[in-house]
DNA sequence: TTCGTTTGTGTAATCGTTTGCACAACAATA
DNA sequence: TATTGTTGTGCAAACGATTACACAAACGAA
């Protein structure tokens, strides 16, 4: 009920109070173990009474499983990733998984944190954030059945992971866009040292590789609105281009917003904006921007798929491949 | 180094590495205990090597202290909740503290699944979700040190608190829209059951009878864009009110939307739209929201406070009061 | 009746730390 | 030299569960 003792009842005590061994209460909590049902629900009974429940400090440290899942990513505040998150979590909750975020962003020491996690034995951990080298992941969570890994620079390690491929769809918007007579391609870059950003470039400088064209300019920004819009500021400034692949979906709406605003420009008769990623906002009437978009919850159905087979003690390495479509909108 | 050892070394067999008993490796790992610096030095050295780190989970197990978080939130997808999350993870990481994210948004069942977060001895939690009672959560958690709620519905409670009061900032956002000659206001929540949007409300409603006036019309939403955008539209097409006040940005930026789109209405001269929150994307130009906002860098330091309060041994109950101010943007 | 099997329960070891207590070595003091 | 203090270390008992093993009771079959 509503009881306000602090220390909470041991199964050795709930054990006394029931008349029974602390192995039976154990039992009684256990789905499948030899128990006769009269002493369980007697059991349960008294615990509901009592307010008791197991331990799972403890029953980790006897069973060498947490239960307990770390998601590394780079910000939350970012849209996308927010999106994938939410997706996520409620699949582990399904599975009586629990999250325990790790936040990479900003000038936190990241290895010292995934090491932090690491002593908490996690059962399961999925890299989101590209700030962090796989080798350091593989490293510090050695002891954890191999670490998923959301995106893959290369085909060079052993382990479990989940790839985004968005070529083709990088391809079709590209034909679109060529077709529509842009000719005058820029790249707006999530980050600088993002591999999860040099991958996507590819996928669109190869298109336009097909076309006989290549990216006449480039830049930088930090996946935010501010610098999406800063950047394209800058960008159109000092060269002519007449579209611009961007980043994610936060930096081409910024961009989007630079072109109108500063520059006079409109979407798609000026200049063609795309974003990546798909997210929610993208769709909004305000924004109906043309986007790579990558479907969130097959995204993590697959990523669920690989910590099941995981955790049926196939450890792989398991490796799942998904594609980006365009969303089609008004910028392009 | 790149060990792919599956098992982690365990205290006792790095003693025995070390040549000294576990309980001097324990005591290396304490920062003020008794333990002469060259055994220190050597057996970090040793730990270095064999990738030694102590075990969280059993180390929680004795001291009864987990350092463990939960942090039981609507919607991560909600841009509001996930900035803050973000701010507040990263000020508990720097705390050495691990987040354990409860997602109550949709049919998971809350309760069960705070009842499992307590199972793992969380030292403190958060509840930013009004999708929860206090009371349960003050059930569920009776052993955890006092929880603490984000906002207050009554005084009724001796449990630590953070509070958010917007009333004196709603009073000037409804003096500039009386003032501009706006007369017929309508409420648009964020969703039925909240007591935080009851709230919310009751801020501007007060400020509003200052002036004689009252809400002509209701709708409720579930604080999404998508239902910002129809409830608008619904509630645009019964009633004649020229001024709609929002549950949250979001569902602004949706009856903006709405009212453009559909309605071929403009902000702010033929209807005033406001939203709630102070979210960063309320401020982007293609928005540039008039929002009640808060701070929510304070907000989340006053979360800090208290749980920093909590760990000192002053379980309270602590309530800190936060207000929000007016954010002008364009759209009232 | 007697033996083998099934069922339900208790005993005790284990999971990997931390920490109170005891004690040896050593330094400082009288 | 004998007497205190101080340091550094080990021993062993927690912390709160789970589970292999042992065993008694109940049951069916011969």
Not at 27 to 56: C, K
Not at 60 to 89: D, F, K, M, T, Y
Not at 150 to 160: G, K, R
Not at 213 to 229: I, M, N, R, T
Request: glycine residues 6%; hydrophobic residues 40%.
């Amino acid at each position: 009920m509503s009881g306000t003792n602090r220390r909470r009842i041991t199964s050795k005590e709930l054990a006394k109070l029931a008349g029974v061994s602390s192995a039976t209460i154990s039992r009684a909590f256990s789905p499948d173990s030899r128990i006769g049902s009269a002493t369980r629900d007697r059991i349960l009974a008294v615990a509901r009474e009592y307010g008791y429940q197991p331990n799972a400090i403890a029953r980790s440290l006897n069973n060498q499983r947490s239960r307990l899942v770390a998601l590394v990513v780079n910000a939350i505040g970012n849209p996308c990733e927010a999106e994938e998150q939410q997706l996520l979590v409620h699949r582990l909750q399904a599975r009586q998984l629990l999250p325990i975020l790790l936040c990479c962003a900003d000038h936190s020491d990241r290895l010292q944190l995934m090491r932090l996690a690491s002593t908490y034995q996690v059962d399961h951990v999925v890299i989101f954030s590209d700030m962090v080298s796989m080798q350091d992941a593989v490293d510090i969570f050695h002891t954890t059945r191999p670490i998923i890994v959301s995106f893959e620079p290369l085909e060079n390690e052993d382990v479990s992971n989940v790839r985004i491929d968005g070529s083709v769809g990088a391809g079709e918007i590209i034909d679109k866009i060529v077709g529509d007579g842009k000719r005058r391609f820029a790249y707006l870059a999530g980050t600088k040292s993002s591999w999860i950003d040099k991958l996507r470039r590819k996928w669109f400088a190869d298109a336009l590789a097909r076309h006989g064209l290549a990216f006449e300019a480039e830049a930088f920004g930090d996946y935010s609105y501010d610098s999406g819009f800063k950047e394209a500021v800058l960008l159109l400034h000092r060269s002519k281009v007449d579209a611009i692949i961007c980043g994610n979906d936060v930096m081409a709406i910024g961009a989007r917003d630079a072109a109108r605003r500063v520059l006079g420009k409109n979407t798609p008769e000026d200049i063609a904006i795309v974003g990546q990623d798909g997210i929610a906002m993208a769709g909004w009437d305000c924004n109906d921007l043309t986007t790579l978009s990558l479907d969130h919850a097959a995204f993590m159905d697959a990523v669920v798929e690989v910590i099941e087979r995981h955790e049926a003690g196939d450890e792989g390495p398991h490796s799942i491949t998904l594609t980006c479509t365009p969303r089609w909108g008004s910028t392009a």
